[in-house]
């Protein structure tokens, strides 16, 4: 997968970024395991793993950032196989 990410939560503001993500399936309307690299628009990388859901041509995810310790939430393209 590949997107756009904001990191929340912790008293701090939003933070928002481009990410990369593996899932573990690419089946569409799935429930998957998440987990990826994100670099953030304030010029600093985070690494989070989580669950998301695949869609027809994409995916959302909701993950922890390890490096940051705060939650996130990512959307963006992903390469689902079509089912006919």
């Given at each position: 997968m590949v997107g756009i990410s904001v990191n929340f939560g912790g008293g701090e503001q939003p933070a928002w970024g481009v990410t990369g993500k593996i899932?573990?399936?690419?089946k569409p309307d799935q429930v998957v395991g998440a987990a990826g690299a994100t670099w953030f628009f304030e010029g600093y990388w985070g690494?989070?793993?989580g669950i998301g859901y695949t869609f027809d041509?994409?995916?959302?995810?909701l993950t922890?950032?390890?490096l940051?310790?705060?939650p996130q939430f990512s959307v963006?393209?992903?390469?689902?196989?079509?089912v006919c």
């Open positions: 899932l573990s399936n690419d690494l989070d793993a041509e994409g995916a959302a995810t922890y950032d390890f940051n310790e705060r963006g393209w992903a390469d689902i196989d079509s």
